[in-house]
């Protein structure tokens, strides 16, 4: 009776489990993802972005025509495509990224081949980040911090002064 209960199980077991569907590495990592702000375009209405976008291809084998895509919260599509050799790493930028104001924007990047007859799980994949742009308000003259930290220095060197003569 113990016996057949566990060849029962053993077999349910095996039975579940190769129906589990086939997991293979992805073709592709998204190593990192980096922006910087144009300071002299942007305010706080508009601001411009570059963003880069660091992969690398996994497999030993090189692929055609990936095509890497920016979606912020906008649904903005920008995209270029490149050909990778095996192990290779490269950079996608994105120039010039408009967003509307705001300090938090949210930017999906996603990836998969040119061609759709090619797309697999392994070959296809995204990743979401955050880029932020506060921009700094200065109502000061450019000379009034320098100015301000000589006159204060030389107030302290004349107290000192005082109370050494004292």
Known sequence: MKKNLLI??????????????????????????????????SNENNQYYTIFVTMRNTKNTPFENLTVKILDEYDIPT???????PQETKIFTFEDMPFA?????????????ENTS??????????????????????????????????TLLFITVILKKKKQK
């Not at 199980?9 to 144009?38: C, H």
């Open 8 to 41: 029962y199980i053993l077999t349910i077991g095996l039975i579940l489990i190769t129906q589990l569907p086939m997991i293979s590495a992805a073709d592709f990592e998204i190593i990192n993802t980096d922006y910087t702000v144009d300071e002299a375009r």
């Open 118 to 151: 090619r797309r697999t799980s392994s070959n296809t994949g995204l990743t979401t980040f955050n880029i932020t742009y506060n921009p700094e308000k200065t109502t000061d003259t450019p000379l009034i911090h320098p100015l301000f930290t000589l006159f």
């Open 79 to 85: 995209q270029t495509t490149y050909s990778f050799q």
């Open 101 to 113: 104001g705001g300090t938090i924007h949210q930017v999906t990047v996603t990836y998969e081949p």
